[in-house]
């Protein structure tokens, strides 16, 4: 069964460092998604990508996040510089949206995550 | 923010019996999901209901959905101890361009 990669599955790293992240959604998938999990909450969107293009980065702290998806299939999300607080879990998810009867139907499909920690 | 808001935030049960959880969320959606997350693991999906459907069945899950309400429950029958994690509802916002919103989710405890 096909799944959604990412790596590394840990991180540790001091603040003021830069990190990056990968992830390798489903093959065909159009739309990929990156979360942050904090400890005891849900996910958080922080920017979802339609093929290679920005949907959504509403959430996203521009000021020292960012996030590319050059060739509308895998995806790098850094971090620089990074702080205590971005300790979380980052999340990957990929999705084939369907439309049926006019509805919007559409299920995501996550990768085990990065847990990230900042000393 | 959250749009989903589970209720309980944890419970316990033992095996054999039902657990039941509940989603309250605020504004017109597309669909409600659920998924599913084991400790420290990614989320998978379970069910997903539409707004125009009232009650679902996927094995051992129902989800029902009430639009007037703006509420959903989950029901896990005859649970087993590999059904411990948390459990959340996501909403599919409309107008959102398939952008979900999680809750806070619901941390369940089956106990042998």
Known sequence: ?119 | SQQGEEDPQALSIQEGENATMNCSYKTSINNLQWYRQNSGRGLVHLILIRSNEREKHSGRLRVTLDTSKKSSSLLITASRAADTASYFCATDVKGSNYKLTFGKGTLLTVNP
Do not use: N
């Open chain 1, 1 to 119: 069964e096909a799944e959604v990669a990412q790596s590394p599955r840990y991180k540790i790293t001091e603040k003021s460092q830069a990190v990056a992240f990968w992830c390798d959604p489903i093959s065909g998938h159009a739309t990929l998604y990156w979360y942050r999990q904090i400890l005891g909450q849900g996910p958080e969107l922080l920017v979802q990508f339609q093929d290679e293009s920005v949907v959504d980065d509403s959430q996203l702290p521009k000021d020292r996040f960012s996030a590319e998806r050059l060739k509308g299939v895998d995806s790098t999300l850094k971090i620089q510089p990074a702080e205590l607080g971005d300790s979380a879990m980052y999340l990957c998810a990929s999705s084939f949206p369907k439309t049926s009867g006019g509805l919007s139907t559409d299920t995501q499909y996550f990768g085990p995550g990065t847990r990230l920690t900042v000393l």
